[in-house]
């Protein structure tokens, strides 16, 4: 993994995938907003990410993805809301051939896109934390040779006084 930095104090934070994201040097205090700007509370993750050196085969399996993005949900503590919903698709060249996926949760989506050629696009975008880090079952699942993370924390103008009580 390549380091971020952090969009509110510069920090490099080491192992996170690339990017601009929250600060991770302890003692810091920026919390990813800057130095001397309070943190507010935020909505919700938008998780995004880029995995190149997928196997192949996985982009054409259709019960691996199912699969795949029912135990993800489960892992990171979301509900889902039905079954994912898969499309078959066939890019301009051959090797974007794949499959394109969604999964509602209570509280957004899990999208992915597999491409035969081995790559592959993540987003999880909840209105909820995770209960656990995605990306630890996604690499372990999806086994790729290398990874781009973002996370977005949304909401931040949301008014703070109308997420009392929906966060758990």
Same mark, same amino acid.
């Given at each position: *993994?390549?380091?971020? =930095?952090?969009? %509110?104090?510069?920090?490099?934070?080491?192992?996170?995938?690339?990017?601009?994201?929250?600060?991770?040097?302890?003692?810091?205090?920026?919390?990813? &907003?800057?130095?001397?700007?309070?943190?507010?509370?935020?909505?919700?993750?938008?998780?995004?990410?880029?995995?190149?050196? &997928?196997?192949?085969?996985?982009?054409?399996?259709?019960?691996?993805?199912? %699969?795949?993005?029912?135990?993800?949900?489960?892992?990171?503590?979301? !509900?889902?809301?039905?079954?994912?919903?898969?499309?078959? =698709? !066939?890019?301009?060249?051959?090797?974007?051939?794949?499959?394109?996926?969604?999964?509602?949760?209570?509280?957004?989506?899990?999208? *992915?896109?597999?491409?035969?050629?081995?790559?592959?696009?993540?987003?999880?975008?909840?209105?909820?934390?995770?209960? !656990?880090?995605?990306?630890?079952?996604?690499?372990?699942?999806?086994?790729?040779?290398?990874?781009?993370?973002?996370?977005? $924390?949304?909401? =931040?103008?949301?008014?703070?006084?109308? *997420? $009392?009580?929906?966060?758990?």
């Amino acid at each position: *993994m390549s380091d971020a =930095y952090c969009s %509110g104090c510069g920090h490099i934070n080491p192992h996170t995938g690339g990017g601009i994201g929250v600060c991770t040097l302890a003692g810091c205090g920026c919390d990813g &907003v800057g130095p001397g700007i309070p943190k507010r509370p935020v909505f919700g993750p938008h998780l995004i990410g880029d995995l190149h050196g &997928v196997p192949g085969e996985l982009a054409n399996d259709r019960w691996f993805i199912s %699969g795949f993005l029912n135990d993800l949900t489960h892992y990171i503590g979301l !509900k889902p809301m039905g079954f994912p919903h898969l499309d078959k =698709y !066939k890019g301009p060249h051959a090797a974007w051939n794949g499959f394109s996926a969604t999964q509602h949760i209570e509280t957004s989506h899990i999208t *992915m896109h597999m491409f035969e050629f081995g790559y592959a696009f993540i987003d999880i975008f909840s209105c909820m934390p995770f209960a !656990k880090d995605p990306r630890d079952f996604i690499e372990r699942e999806l086994r790729p040779t290398g990874t781009r993370w973002q996370n977005i $924390e949304r909401g =931040y103008l949301f008014p703070p006084e109308l *997420m $009392e009580g929906a966060t758990p």
